[in-house]
């Protein structure tokens, strides 16, 4: 079969196979499982390849708060009004005091089981499959193989000890209890070990697809992340990171000159994109048409505004926490490139925005309780409404309305490089060479090498991945590795973190423990409630 990511027949194919998450740990909807027979023709293989594929948006969209805001990168306040309390799970993100009842956290362990179940019945379907060569099959079914090995390396990531399912059972309910996290990173550097060099190629044409440079990258992921997770395992990690590192930057990615090329609305277009979720802006939100709702989730209901887009009445939500913001230098284009901050202007009147609260729409970097305000008995108060740099990383499209139609990389190269410092470092290799690889990220974010390091520490290198990365969904996996887990960015005396080394891992979702008795909640969290 020809190589590539077909997503435009998924939908019409849902609704004549019925095709489904097929083993979801939370909850097994077998009756909308496809028909037997489904996955006989080049179409309906292709929408059970594009299926996969489509889960990887669900990283974008269920992991990204959960990122970010139980890192040092954002935060996800209540607005003066009442907006984003949400029966304060977001609270709970930021203060590192939730539970297995947590939405956000039900939630994201939901999509990525779910994800998990997706590609199993894919793969099931194609080693069945009678209509491809031995070597189309071996290529697709490496290719979900890798998109199944990276959500189960998400939930590694951040629960730890989890249920290690991977054939489909389409009739009978299989509950396994939880192995550990010794055991699923063994499990996962054997899978990618095995599919590394069958993947599909790192071409243009397979763009959105689980490539060879995808699985090098997730080997050097989880290299690199081992001694933070307490794995073991024969030979050197950092040197493991260093050539799988190696392998991907001998593949062909070419850094993008303009960095905001990364995030434009045609960003499937960069050179420098390993691994991506493909979004539209026709996406709909049903049929695992999962929407690119960025726009919604931080900008104030009146940016609209002043950026010139279609969309209104968006939700006012996620912002960087201040001390974010203040890592980076005026000079580096990275800062206007990756927040909206200051006086909003109106487009059309040239005068300022006002809020319903009659105050000037000002984009402030500080985000401020507001005294007397405080939800639950909690330390936790409103903010003001403009209070907050927004995200504005990703383009914005003019006429964009419902979803954003740009792409979300999950790898990309410059990630890879910065890897690669960081393992050179730890690993007590060459200096230099790490110093040419952040020098190389940190020149083309300010646009010449006046600000070029001398030489290069751990702490340079973490402060570049904050510069580069932000939004990007590392802040908790980084802020971990670098020891800094449990301290935020937003200064407010009255919401210090929770700093006990438990908290590294999430609890078990109640809602999987009520379908599945095997699973054993992790240390630290209360026990699953009857």
């Given at each position: 079969m020809k190589r590539k990511t077909i997503l435009s027949f998924i939908t019409g194919l849902f609704l004549l196979g019925g095709l489904s998450s097929c083993m979801d740990l939370d909850e097994t909807v077998y009756d909308k499982l496809p028909a037997d027979d489904f996955g006989q023709s080049t179409a309906e293989l292709n929408a059970l390849i594009g299926?996969?594929?489509?889960?990887?948006?669900?990283?974008?969209?269920?992991?990204?708060?959960?990122?970010?805001?139980?890192?040092?990168?954002?935060?996800?306040?209540?607005?003066?009004?009442?907006?984003?309390?949400?029966?304060?799970?977001?609270?709970?993100?930021y203060m590192h005091?939730?539970?297995?009842?947590?939405?956000?956290?039900?939630?994201?362990?939901?999509?990525?089981?779910?994800?998990?179940?997706?590609?199993?019945?894919?793969?099931?379907k194609l080693q069945n499959s009678e209509i491809l060569t031995e070597e189309e099959k071996a290529q697709d079914v490496a290719d979900l193989r890798g998109v199944r090995a990276f959500w189960i390396y998400v939930m590694m990531d951040y629960w730890g000890n989890?249920?290690?399912?991977?054939?489909?059972?389409?009739?009978?309910?299989?509950f396994p209890g939880n192995s550990s996290r010794q055991e699923v990173f063994d499990w996962l550097i054997q899978e990618v070990e095995e599919i590394k060099d069958i993947c599909p190629p790192a071409t243009t044409e397979n763009y959105g697809s689980?490539?060879?440079?995808?699985?090098?990258?997730?080997?050097?992921?989880?290299?690199?992340?081992?001694?933070?997770?307490?794995?073991?395992?024969?030979?050197?990690?950092?040197?493991?990171?260093?050539?799988?590192?190696?392998?991907?930057?001998?593949?062909?990615?070419?850094?993008?000159?303009?960095?905001?090329?990364?995030?434009?609305?045609?960003?499937?277009?960069?050179?420098?994109?390993?691994?991506?979720?493909?979004?539209?802006?026709?996406?709909?939100?049903?049929?695992?048409?999962?929407?690119?709702?960025?726009?919604?989730?931080?900008?104030?209901?009146?940016?609209?505004?002043?950026?010139?887009?279609?969309?209104?009445?968006?939700?006012?939500?996620?912002?960087?926490?201040?001390?974010?913001?203040?890592?980076?230098?005026?000079?580096?284009a990275r800062l206007d490139g990756t927040f909206l901050t200051g006086l909003m202007i109106d487009k059309s009147t040239g005068k300022p925005i006002m809020t319903d609260h009659n105050n000037e729409l000002n984009h402030t970097i500080d985000v401020n309780m507001i005294p007397g305000m405080e939800y639950d008995g909690t330390n936790w108060s409103a903010v003001e409404q403009h209070d907050g740099a927004r995200c504005f990383k990703w383009e914005f499209a003019s006429d964009l309305t419902s979803s954003m139609g740009n792409d979300f990389h999950i790898f990309r190269l410059a990630d890879i490089y910065l890897m690669k410092a960081e393992a050179l470092l730890r690993g007590g290799g060459s200096v230099s060479e790490a110093t040419a690889l952040v020098n190389t990220i940190r020149e083309r974010g300010y646009g010449n090498s006046d600000h070029n390091y001398a030489t290069v520490t751990l702490k340079e290198v973490q402060l570049e991945r904050r510069l580069e990365l932000a939004w990007e969904v590392y802040s908790r996996q980084d802020d971990i590795r670098f020891g800094c887990f449990t301290t935020g960015m937003w200064p407010q005396s009255n919401c210090e973190r929770k700093a006990d080394d438990y908290l590294k891992l999430l609890p078990v979702s109640q809602d999987a423990w009520q379908v599945n008795p095997n699973l054993k909640q992790n240390p630290g969290y209360a026990a699953f409630s009857k």
């Open positions: 299926n996969s594929h489509n889960t990887m948006k669900k990283f974008w969209t269920e992991y990204m708060h959960l990122s970010e805001c139980s890192g040092s990168m954002a935060v996800t306040p209540t607005r003066r009004g009442g907006d984003w309390y949400d029966g304060g799970q977001y609270r709970e993100i005091t939730w539970t297995s009842q947590t939405s956000r956290v039900k939630s994201a362990w939901k999509a990525a089981t779910e994800a998990i179940g997706t590609c199993n019945e894919a793969i099931r989890i249920p290690l399912l991977t054939e489909f059972h389409p009739t009978d309910k299989v689980f490539t060879q440079g995808a699985a090098y990258s997730l080997l050097a992921k989880l290299y690199l992340n081992a001694e933070a997770w307490g794995v073991t395992f024969s030979g050197n990690a950092y040197q493991k990171v260093i050539d799988n590192c190696d392998k991907v930057m001998a593949m062909g990615y070419i850094l993008e000159p303009n960095w905001k090329d990364n995030f434009s609305v045609t960003n499937e277009n960069s050179k420098e994109a390993i691994l991506a979720a493909t979004f539209s802006s026709s996406d709909t939100g049903n049929d695992g048409n999962v929407k690119n709702e960025l726009h919604n989730n931080t900008l104030h209901y009146k940016d609209y505004l002043f950026l010139g887009i279609t969309a209104s009445g968006t939700w006012n939500g996620i912002c960087a926490q201040p001390e974010y913001v203040r890592l980076f230098d005026e000079e580096d």
